[in-house]
Every structure is written in C-alpha cells, then in structure tokens.
C-alpha cells in the first residue's frame, strides 16, 4: 500500500483554497515563494536550472474533480470560450492525460508533467492563443530538460516553435508574456537552433541584432549575436552567406 502525503505549508511552499471556475469545486493548490527560489543558470531559450525547489513544478493549477487546468492566478478563473458539453466529452481523454493523478497532494514530477499537458488541452477548448499553447509546450520542454530527457525535451521544443510562429506570424497582438518583439524574435531563433533549422536560426539572429525598428533590449541583442557568431562556420549559415554575396554582385 503506498501512503499519500498531504499537502503542507513549508518554508518555500505555501496552500492556497482556490474555486474552480467551471465546476466549483474547492481544492486546495501548492504555491511556491518566488523571493525564495535559487537561479543557478540561464539558458539561451530563457529556461532556467535552479538549487532545490522547481517553481515550474507550481505553474498551473489543475482542479481535481475536473481537471480543468491554467496558470495559477486570474488566468485559472477565466474560463474562456469553453463549451460545457464538450468539455464533458473529452474528460475520458483528460483523465487518460492525467493517468489517475491526485492532484490534491504535493507536486511531483509527473504531476507537473500531467499539470502541463492537461493545461494545453484546456488552452484549445478555451480557443487560447498560440502564442499560450506555445508557453505550456516551452514550459514541458524544459521540466524534461530539468532531468535529462532529451528526446522529450527535443519535441516539445519543436511543439513551442510551431506554435509561437503561427502567434508570431498571424496573430495581430501576441500574447508572449513579458517577451518584447525583439525577444521573441531572439526567442524563434533560438528555438530554430536548437531543433536544428540553423539557416532561419541564423536569419532571425540577424534581424534582431540588424533591425533597428525592433524593440530590443541589449540582452537579447548580445545573445543573438553571441549565438549568430557560434553558427557562422555551420554549412547553413556559410551557404546564407554565399547567397548574400551573391546578391550583392
């Protein structure tokens, strides 16, 4: 028999009662202190590696009746443009994403996997942004890369990629958080690199350091250059330059 852990309020931890929006039940959800929370390195997609505790482990709220799922705060109270029926029909599909989770005791691992995944099912019912779904994939890709799962990390990176283009290029006011345009226009390129797409990595590095209508704050200036420079010698990059000279003949 394995014994459950209640939830407990620690020196990092603390439990918020929260209502869910959609069937009103009352649970009771772990949040982490932010002022509280270790950075030992940042990556160049912005992810974070951190001393003890994982904040993205308490990211989303997921209600345990229903399993309807969002960031903490004021965005798990809005409920969108969820249909009640539909949503109905797919919780077979949500408690298969959940693998009978109990949300009511402390995050885990696979719970904040389950939290994500449960989250972007919700974030299509409630016809949410790409640019939102994008965030929910980004934030999978890097709690794999937090233990070492690279095929994993790998596919939701290039789930992120797909998703934050399609915001980038057809929604008129994306939603990318705290992200300027010319953060995310590092953030693509990034991306594009790390799924292996050097030739429009390089392109949108080049537009972030080269564009002077893009607003851009000097650290992500500095990071597209640092990573333009470190794909020069690729043959991508070599036959972008190629090109380029050709151009200008």
Known sequence: IIACMAMQQTEQIWLKKVEC?????????????????????????????????????????????????????????????????AFEEDFEILSMV?????FRQPRTFALAVASY??????????KSSNARIGTFNLRLAWLYRSIKKRQQEKKYLQYTLDYYLKAYENEDEPDFGNLSEG???????ELYRQTGNMRQAVEFFQKVVNDKE????????????????????????????????GNDS
């Open 214 to 245: 893009l607003d851009t704050e000097p650290k992500y200036i500095k990071l597209a250059r640092f990573q333009w420079e470190s794909l020069k010698d690729t043959p991508a990059a070599e036959n972008d330059q190629e090109d380029e000279k």
């Open 21 to 85: 929006p959609l069937c009103y039940e009352e649970f009771q959800t772990e949040n982490i202190w932010q002022g509280k929370v270790s950075v030992l390195e940042e990556y160049p997609d912005l992810g974070k590696r951190y001393q003890g505790t994982n904040p993205l482990y308490y990211s989303v709220w997921v209600c345990p009746s229903c399993y309807y799922a969002d960031f903490r705060g004021d965005e798990f109270q809005t409920t969108g443009k969820i249909v009640d029926e």
């Open 183 to 189: 953060g995310i226009t590092y953030l693509l390129g």
């Open 98 to 102: 959940a693998e009978n989770a109990d």
């Open 117 to 126: 995944k449960l989250a972007i099912l919700v974030a299509k019912h409630k």
